[in-house]
Structure formats: structure tokens, C-alpha cells
């Protein structure tokens, strides 16, 4: 029999902006999901790790991140 010990995922997210919109809102709407992304694993209490956020140079984000797969324990994943 296996058993899961521990589990993380490594996630390469690319929070993107709308075409065909003014890039003001563009930029403030990518800001918007980036941020309503990080507060629904905080309320969820998924537990994770940003390895790197990057901006790029219209407006999107390109986040690493290292977070829990589903109930699992992430064991030392997440320490270094």
C-alpha cells in the first residue's frame, strides 16, 4: 500500500492584461485578480510560498509560487 506523506505543487501563474482595453485599467484589473488570487488561498488557508513575482513591461505578472496540494502536508516544501 502508498500512502501520500507530503505533497506541494510548483506553479508558474501568468496574470495577464486584457487586450482591447486601455492599459491603465489593463494594469489595475491584473493587479486586481493578482491580488483576489493570493487572498483566496489565505481564506482557504492554503498554505504557500511566492518563489519569485515578476512585473513585466506591460503591466502583467509572472508568479512562482510553491503551494499545498489539497490537504496533503507539505512536509519541508515551503522552508527553503
Known sequence: ??????ACLN????FSCKENVP??????????EYA?????LDE????YRIV???AQADGSI??????QNNQYDVG?????
Open 11 to 14: 506553479q508558474t501563474i501568468l
Open 1 to 6: 500500500m502508498k500512502r501520500i506523506l507530503s
Open 76 to 80: 519541508t516544501y515551503l522552508d527553503d
Open 62 to 67: 509572472l508568479l512562482k509560487i510553491k503551494r
Open 36 to 40: 483576489a488570487y493570493l487572498r483566496q
Open 23 to 32: 492599459q491603465e485599467w489593463a494594469v489595475r484589473s491584473v493587479q486586481e
Open 44 to 47: 482557504r488557508k492554503i498554505r
Open 52 to 54: 519569485e513575482e515578476t
